[in-house]
């Protein structure tokens, strides 16, 4: 009996298929199908003027590696090595510009276990009062952070405008259901607006993975 070779397909042939897969997957309907975005962050940090220039040298800038989803925020192509207790460390931890008026290092629980912390609170950007602190090295020095470590509260970024459309008001609590394999719905969604916002929620990588994001069929944001 003789056995057949299966065709070969021509480079151009691949090219096309896979020009097809990916202009169906663009075309798809997502979850943003409603405008509503909903992003996973990875561990990151965000620093004050003083620890950029301990940290990289006196009047250094960030440099963009790529724009984020909220105009005028981006990831830096700068990282640094952050170093928690028991001299564990993480390196190449990303930053996020532009400067702020405090560094704040946001880790998921994952992180913060790999990392030895005992306990890493689910704060809101900003409140750090209390917070563990850590050791930062950068390529010009090192920073002693007394406190500004923190698992970022699960939060939803929304204009005036999709704010009233909602009902909300800059504070509440909203729920985030995602369906799909897992079906997890998120009960404490913080709503936070601002007139440049776009809509987004931010979640970070363990609760993206706890809901399967990625395969997420359904998104809804309720009150
Ligand atoms: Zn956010």
Redesign the pocket.
């Given at each position: 009996m003789a056995t057949a070779t299966p065709p070969r397909l021509t480079r151009s042939q691949v090219e096309e298929i896979v020009r097809q897969v990916v202009t169906e997957r663009l075309k798809a309907p997502g979850p943003g199908a409603s405008g509503l975005v909903v992003h996973a962050?990875a561990r990151h940090a965000h620093l004050c003027r003083e620890d950029l220039d301990r940290l990289f040298g006196p009047g250094y800038e960030l440099t963009v590696d790529r724009e984020l989803y909220?105009p005028g925020n981006f990831a830096a192509k700068e990282t640094v090595t952050l170093i928690g207790p028991r001299s564990r460390l993480i390196s190449n931890l990303r930053i996020l510009g532009p400067l702020r008026s405090r560094t704040q290092i946001e880790l998921a629980f994952t992180d913060a276990v790999s990392l030895g912390y005992e306990d890493v609170p689910i704060r809101l950007?900003g409140d750090l009062d209390g917070t563990p602190g850590a050791y930062v090295m950068g390529p010009h020095g090192v920073v002693v952070l007394k406190e500004g470590v923190i698992r970022?509260a699960m939060?939803a970024?929304m204009s005036t405008d999709e704010a009233a459309g909602y009902g909300v008001s800059p504070g509440d609590v909203m729920k985030l259901r995602v369906g799909g394999d897992a079906g997890v719905t998120f009960e404490r969604v913080h709503v936070?607006v601002d007139p440049a916002f776009r809509l987004?929620v931010?979640m970070d990588t363990d609760e993206a993975n706890a809901c399967g994001l990625r395969y997420a069929r359904e998104i809804g944001l309720f009150k």
């Open positions: 962050s909220q950007s970022a939060h970024h936070r987004e931010h």
